[in-house]
């Protein structure tokens, strides 16, 4: 009986707190309403310092880290000075955050192995200023690559819950869908970049296309494990109108090198879980691939790219290839491609425009770090694949994800440089958050088995 009257008064109590938040919610909704629609932007300040405020200390995955990842795939229409993102400043804000709290809640483990590489790698880049053919560029990498490190290092070093991981996931997924939507917005109004491609562009604004469908990349693989761990029908054709979206999304960028992620997700999905593939999941994906594919944008790119050599990437590459017999020791600097270029290259319509970069990660490193440089980049990236892998003799659905877009990143880092994208880099602390979620695992089951 007592049991009875105690868990009545928990109900109670629950639905007294959810109605409390129910009242709350509501009057901050109207109260932000009519700040927006009069312009009264000191009473707008005056509800969200606090509320930011009480998330930050509270709920760091939604503010700031969270508003952090959904921003990404905007990132090139939030400048807010020359070469400064309103990102940049949530990634800033991000490390002061994450450090205070898990130092004064004691959540602040030691890098994991696998970051080592990446932090020599780093260190290395830098060093690279002494023997570099242009030093300036080197030391204007100097800035991004320290932020980027830091934030990188911070929160890989994070003790998280597995519901904070899954925040960090919605927050990746609504943001890829939202900007998404914008791109195709933007597709059938025709605003296009100069070469005729939709992209994320807002005003004057605009950014790469192929930057913004590898941002991408990571939301897909996160919907199609959003759709398989779906036991309604209902909600598995939601999850899959949302993955049409994004993907859509990728397309109409006509990033060939997005297109490819998209498919290697899709191969790695069914070969990690096929358990798991029923025959509705196949003719939902199935569907969306072909309604995708009769994109005109979609048929256009991969007609052009024989005739324009992949748009001057085959004799960039070739070029990069060349150099390496001077360059493959040490490198010709960090950020020098472009003086590489000059000098073992040929200048084309198509390499005239995007010589500057060489559209392919591996060879950026072999060329500007040399062969110690590429090897620790291989060193990174394998020591990050093996923290995916399960530690039990199943594959659960976060692995499946990760290990998709793991394959997928990669791939279509064949076909664009992705060392600086902030969306690169947040991949590979999901990796490591996940495992840290993992070791936790690992200990209850431990626990468990003595």
């Excluded at 008064?9 to 707190?17: G, I, P, Q, S």
């Excluded at 996160?222 to 054709?237: A, D, G, R, T």
């Excluded at 025959?279 to 309604?291: D, P, S």
């Amino acid at each position: 009986m007592k049991s009875i009257a105690a868990n009545k008064r928990v109900t109670r109590e629950n639905f007294l707190k959810f109605n409390i938040w129910v009242i709350l919610g509501i009057f901050v909704v109207l109260f932000l309403g009519y700040a927006i629609a009069y312009e009264n932007w000191f009473y707008l300040g005056a509800l969200l310092v606090p509320l930011l405020l009480y998330l930050s200390i509270e709920k760091p995955f939604i503010f700031p880290f969270g508003l952090y990842v959904f921003l990404l795939p905007f990132d090139s229409i939030l400048s807010v000075a020359d070469s400064t993102t309103f990102t940049k400043f949530i990634g800033a804000l991000t490390i002061p955050v994450l450090l205070l709290k898990s130092l004064h809640e004691k959540k602040l483990r030691l890098p994991n192995k696998a970051s080592i590489y990446w932090v020599f790698l780093m260190i290395y880049a830098m060093l690279s200023i002494f023997w570099a053919i242009n030093p300036d560029n080197v030391l204007s990498r100097y800035a991004t690559v320290t932020g980027l490190l830091i934030l990188y290092l911070i929160v890989s070093s994070y003790k998280i819950h597995e519901s904070e991981f899954n925040t960090c996931k919605w927050c990746i997924l609504l943001g890829g869908l939202m900007a998404a939507i914008l791109a195709i917005y933007n597709y059938e109004t025709g605003v296009f970049d100069k070469a005729g491609r939709a992209t994320m562009a807002y005003g004057e604004r605009s950014g790469d296309p192929n930057y913004f469908a590898f941002c991408l990349l990571l939301p897909v693989s996160i919907c199609i494990e959003k759709i398989l761990n779906q036991k309604k029908k209902v909600l598995k054709f939601m999850f899959s109108a949302v993955l049409s979206t994004i993907i859509l999304g990728i397309i109409v960028t006509g990033s060939r090198g997005g297109m490819l992620g998209v498919c290697v997700i899709f191969i790695t999905y069914i070969l990690c879980m096929k358990q798991r593939i029923t025959l509705l999941a196949i003719l939902i994906i199935m569907g969306i691939i072909i309604t995708s594919f009769f994109s005109i944008i979609f048929i256009e790119r991969w007609g052009q790219a024989i005739e324009t050599g992949g748009s001057g990437r085959v004799d960039i590459w070739i070029a990069g290839f060349s150099s390496l017999k001077n360059f493959c020791v040490v490198g010709a600097g960090l950020g020098n491609f472009p003086n590489v270029f000059a000098d073992f290259g040929h200048f084309t319509p198509f390499t005239r425009v995007v010589f500057k970069d060489p559209h392919n990660i591996y060879l950026e490193i072999f060329v500007e770090l040399g062969i110690v440089g590429f090897s620790l980049l291989i060193l990174a990236m394998r020591r990050h694949y093996q923290v995916i892998k399960s530690r039990f003799d199943y594959h659960d659905s976060n692995q499946a994800m990760l290990k998709a877009a793991f394959w997928a990143l990669l791939t279509s880092s064949f076909f664009v440089g992705t060392l600086f994208l902030k969306s690169f880099w947040l991949f590979w602390m999901m990796i490591l958050m996940y495992g840290n979620i993992m070791d936790k695992e690992v200990y209850k089951h431990n626990r468990g088995s003595e």
